[in-house]
């Protein structure tokens, strides 16, 4: 009797090419997300510090920081820093993902008067 040593090892061998593709496919989309996440927070933080320096150069605001928090809580972000450095605003902002082991993306913007010479 003889016995067949590579009996099943189709079965095992398409069982690897699933799982490796499944494993491709999430990491794909964990980069996908990244990228579109730290995109977002970039627009984010650009339009909130925008807005606080607006607010700073042309009207009595006393707390341009609490616009931006609001900016950024309109926007399902968070405000993590935010400082008036003489007429310009610095902010922080993050957003939560949707990657375990990459929770949040935080970027960073400032806006200001430019000086023209």
């Not at 920081?65 to 993050?94: H, K, Q, S, T, W």
Request: charged share 15%; hydrophobic share 55%.
């Amino acid at each position: 009797m003889r016995v067949r040593l590579e009996e099943g090892s189709g079965t095992m061998a398409g069982a690897m090419l699933v799982m490796v593709t499944a494993v491709a496919l999430a990491l794909i989309a964990s980069v996908g997300n990244l990228l579109l996440c730290q995109h977002q927070a970039r627009s984010i933080a650009d339009l909130a510090a925008f807005n606080a320096a607006y607010a700073l150069w042309h009207s009595d605001v006393e707390a341009p920081c609490a616009l931006v928090n609001e900016v950024a809580a309109a926007n399902n972000a968070v405000m993590v820093e935010c400082e008036v450095i003489d007429d310009d605003v610095r902010v922080v902002i993050a957003l939560f993902t949707q990657v375990p082991f990459a929770p949040q993306v935080a970027k960073e913007a400032r806006a200001g008067p430019v000086q023209c010479d």
